[in-house]
């Protein structure tokens, strides 16, 4: 099994460290570091490529991402390849102090020993770039409590093949538990940070900005199993032609997804993001929507959609190409968390102009235009219609999100 890349392939996941040399190592380095979207993390706004800095806000204050050009003073120039494996393989970065799992070393721990030789090459061409992040937030300087959380929530060990599926759904597996790290946003984690297991994939919560601003704001990402409030009625192809293009008939990229998109997914072959598909549409159904929203709350919003969105999205909700995506079925507007779609209501879609999304109409912000009752209301209404089903969204939650 093997991961196509533009040069070549990368062994999956049992090759030796450094099987490929010079150039061809080189450019398998890049491929898997794109896949990883390592780029996206490790690249401030206006900073040089992989200097760091990149803030992440978590409920317990801001952790920045580190240099990883070869810098000697400031990167990881020092770094020796098996500095690099420990940091992927086990959260502990060369001089023995450990990583916050904001760097996702339990889902990299899955990189084979081979990849992670090949993205040490690249790393080590990159330009070296003189540049230190800011001090991470008070808790994020107590790396001791990590040995207690590692020994509780870590499981390291690299991925392996399971032989009762294709190729094709094991190089799949392999993207999107290992290199895509998808569960690290696409999982609910508990008051310890951690991801929960038995909910994997069935939709998570992360702070990321909004409004092309500073402010910082919850983003609520989807479930990706094939429950009805996730990806149920996606086909393969559907969900593929969405990672690699941003844009499929059953939705558009907005939001955090943008750059996981424009910067990894659109940048990987087609092969790969398919086979990546593949194995999504393998994930069994999970995750409970909870309560069922009242009627008269559903009946509340019918007016505000009537005006506001049926012009687009259709009486029906399934919207159309020549107007816009489809809300009945939208793991967005199904969503646990409702945030990605009170965000999309209050400051618009943030269309990236990298992706064309034909003759649908660009959705204006209505934050200016309906109060937070109404927000409300409109998103109980999508909720609640056309055989979606979710928890009922509040006014305080709108206004959370202002």
């Known amino acids: 099994m093997s991961l196509a890349g533009p040069a070549g392939t990368a062994s999956v996941p049992n090759g030796s460290i450094g099987e490929e040399s010079g150039s061809s190592s080189l450019r398998r380095g890049e491929y898997l570091t794109t896949a990883a979207n390592c780029g996206s993390c490790h690249t401030r706004q206006g900073g040089e490529p992989f200097s760091g800095g990149v803030p992440f806000e978590t409920p317990y204050g801001a952790i920045f991402s580190s240099n990883i050009t070869p810098d000697l003073a400031t990167g990881i120039g020092k770094w020796s390849l098996n500095d690099l494996m420990r940091a992927m393989h086990e959260g502990v970065a060369a001089g023995g102090y450990r990583l916050f799992p904001a760097f996702p070393y339990p889902h990299f721990t899955k990189v084979s020993n081979a990849d992670v030789g090949s993205i040490y090459v690249y790393l080590m061409s990159l330009k070296a770039v003189r540049y230190s992040p800011p001090g ?56 310890f940070m951690a991801e929960i297991p038995s909910k994997t994939y069935t939709g998570g919560t992360l702070l990321d900005r909004v409004d092309h601003g500073m402010r910082v704001r919850r983003w609520s990402a989807s479930n990706l199993t094939s429950a009805p409030q996730g990806l149920a009625m996606w086909s393969v192809n559907e969900l593929a032609t969405y990672l690699h293009t941003g844009v499929s008939p059953r939705a558009g990229s907005f939001g955090p997804m943008n750059e996981i998109i424009l910067n990894s997914l659109s940048k990987m072959t087609s092969e790969d993001v398919h086979a990546m598909a593949v194995y999504l549409k393998s994930l069994p159904a999970n995750g409970d929507s909870g309560e069922s929203i009242p009627p008269d709350k559903i009946k509340t919003g019918e007016p505000i959609y009537k005006e506001r969105c049926e012009k687009c999205h259709g009486r029906s909700g399934r919207g159309s190409m020549f107007s816009g995506p489809p809300l009945a079925g939208n793991p967005v507007t199904q969503a646990y968390d409702p945030a990605s779609l009170i965000n999309v209501i209050l400051y618009g879609p943030e269309l990236p102009n990298q992706v064309s999304f034909g003759s649908w109409e660009t959705m204006r912000a209505y934050g200016d235009v309906l109060n937070d009752e109404q927000v409300a209301a409109v998103c109980n209404y999508i909720r609640g219609s056309w055989g979606n089903h979710s928890l009922p969204t509040t006014a305080a939650e709108v206004t959370m999100q202002r």
């Open 136 to 191: 991470n937030a008070f808790l994020f300087k107590q790396r001791w409590g990590l040995i207690i959380w590692n020994k509780t929530f870590f499981n390291e060990g690299r991925f392996v093949p399971d032989r009762s599926h294709s190729d094709e759904w094991n190089r799949g597996a392999y993207l999107v538990e290992a290199l895509g790290h998808c569960g690290a946003c696409h999982t609910p984690r508990d008051q």
